[in-house]
């Protein structure tokens, strides 16, 4: 746990190093259809119904590393990552791998402490059809220096909350992250997070409030630049695929029923990745 608090301000230089590299470089790791590799500016358009257009963010995902033989390699989001050519960024791979790991302890950790929230055991999560054997999916994110205009549609990254259980999020010293604490509100009031040193920002996700029927709500949350490049981390951690998200027995009664009906995970995130993400059909004529 220790590399990944203070890994972040150690490797920054090489996630500057690959998003720095000339953009036909980086397309030719464009993200394949497990969700591994390079993603563009617009890419994903996370708040359809206030943008104009995708989010002015790139990114790069690095999934749990299955070998292309392994029958775990069927599953939809399980398969072997896209690694760029080592002479361009040297030691990317084992960096990221080493912080993979440790963020996946620390993510273990967290959810013990929400299991006992709820009144469950304290290895509740840790069964192998949750996070024994979980979709842990790290995000590089790379900002442009473009100053958004929320009442004109234009967002670093569109208000959106995260899929899964929770997402551990490290940042630069840059602002930009937003919370809205009560996402039911008329009007939503927004707030700032301040970047924390030293520590991750924890985001509840849409699978958590499932879980808990709503007593734990999925952080909305936005992000607006201001003019200056900036870079972070999101560590999303998600249960197996075949896990069913249903309402915890301790979360449930018959004055409070469940709120949402039971949902596999792998189905639940195949179809928000697709609600968010461009058709990769549309980058054809940019791969070499």
């Not at 996946?104 to 402490?113: H, N, Y």
């Amino acid at each position: 746990m220790e590399l990944a608090r203070n890994l972040w301000m150690k490797f920054l230089p090489k996630v500057k190093q690959f998003f720095n590299l000339p953009i036909s470089e980086k397309m030719k790791l464009l993200r394949n259809e497990k969700n591994r590799g390079y993603t563009p500016v617009l890419d994903e358009t996370l708040d359809p119904g206030n943008q104009v257009n995708g989010d002015y963010k790139e990114g790069y995902y690095i999934g749990v590393e299955v070998p292309e033989g392994d029958p775990e390699a069927q599953n939809p989001f399980y398969g072997p990552n896209v690694w760029p050519v080592e002479d361009h960024v040297p030691g990317w791979r084992q960096t990221m791998e080493k912080f993979h790991q440790e963020a996946l302890d620390v993510a273990k950790a967290v959810a013990r402490i929400i299991a006992l929230a709820l009144g469950l055991e304290a290895d509740f999560f840790d069964k192998p059809e949750m996070l024994g054997e979980p979709i842990a999916t790290l995000r590089l994110l790379h900002y442009e220096g473009r100053v958004s205009d929320p009442l004109n549609g234009i967002y670093g990254a569109g208000a959106h909350s995260d899929f899964g259980l929770i997402t551990l999020l490290a940042t630069d010293d840059v602002i930009g992250l937003q919370i809205c604490k009560d996402k039911d509100a008329k009007p939503q009031l927004w707030e700032y997070v301040e970047p924390l040193k030293g520590a991750f920002i924890v985001n509840l996700g849409d699978m958590l409030e499932r879980w808990s029927n709503c007593i734990f709500k999925s952080t909305l949350h936005r992000v607006l630049g201001n003019g200056q490049e900036r870079y972070s981390i999101a560590y999303f951690v998600e249960p197996s695929h075949d896990c069913v998200v249903e309402c915890l027995p301790t979360c449930k009664s018959e004055k409070n029923p469940p709120k949402f009906p039971p949902v596999k995970c792998r189905a639940y995130l195949s179809q928000r990745y697709k609600e968010t993400h461009a058709d990769l059909n549309s980058y054809k004529s940019h791969q070499t």
